[in-house]
């Protein structure tokens, strides 16, 4: 009697395998071959982009894909509007701007607005110029979370559910400065800072005290 052992894995939003595999075998067969063949189908499905664990967040063949076009300056990358809610992580990031052939001194322009996000944790290093989290559920901010952002120039977090208690000092500190004598952090470049209709209150200069050009 024939058989057919079929094994399919779709691609989906944060789905790390992206091609179908099928496997198929007639007659007896044996089990381990089955075994050896799926593995090995699930092995090169998952890298076949070239990656080490990231995705390619910019592969449009994905569903929920963010839209990048790497002609504009600075490179635009879209990810508005695609039910994310958590941001990607930096193996995705290496992925996407390897892929993308972008390189450290390309500047981005980053948007990650209407979506699900609840908090923005630290971000890796990267040439963000410009970076947008409105229209989302954003309750908390990571200190440091935008520290390995030193060309930051544009922010916005309008339109969001932050609070005057959810506001903390360090959530705009840059890099810190441990060269010298008196160690600190760098300030954030920010000119540009949009934090309107959320629930804040009041908001101290002490929390803004290390973004000095706003």
């Known amino acids: 009697m024939n058989k057919f052992w ?15 595999c099928f496997l198929s075998t007639s007659g007896k067969g ?34 929920n894909s963010c839209y990048c076009e790497t002609k504009l300056k600075p490179v635009l990358i879209d ?12 193996e ?9 052939n972008i390189t450290s001194d390309d500047a981005l322009e980053v948007n990650f607005s209407d979506n ?7 971000l890796p290093a990267l040439n963000i110029v410009m970076l947008f989290f409105h229209h989302n559920h954003i309750r908390k901010i990571y200190p440091s979370a935008f520290s390995h ?9 309008s339109s969001n559910r932050l609070t005057t208690k959810s506001l903390e000092e360090g959530m705009f500190f840059g890099q ?10 760098f300030p954030l ?9 959320n629930k804040i209150h009041r908001y101290t200069i002490l929390k803004i005290r290390t973004t000095p050009s706003l």
């Open 6 to 20: 079929k094994t399919l894995i779709s691609p989906k939003s944060g789905n790390r395998v992206s091609n179908a």
């Open 176 to 185: 810190f400065n441990s060269s010298s004598a008196s160690p600190g952090y």
């Open 189 to 197: 470049p920010l000119k540009h800072l949009n934090m309107s209709h």
């Open 149 to 157: 952002l030193p060309e930051l120039d544009t922010l916005d977090l």
């Open 92 to 100: 995705d990031w290496n992925v996407t701007l390897a892929a993308l």
């Open 79 to 90: 990810c508005s509007g695609i039910q994310l809610k958590v941001l990607f992580e930096e």
């Open 116 to 122: 699900l996000l609840e908090d923005i944790p630290m």
């Open 30 to 63: 044996t089990m381990l071959l089955l075994g050896i063949l799926f593995l090995k189908c699930i092995v090169n499905a998952a890298g076949q982009d070239g990656s080490t664990g990231g995705i390619n967040f910019c592969n449009r063949t994905l569903k």
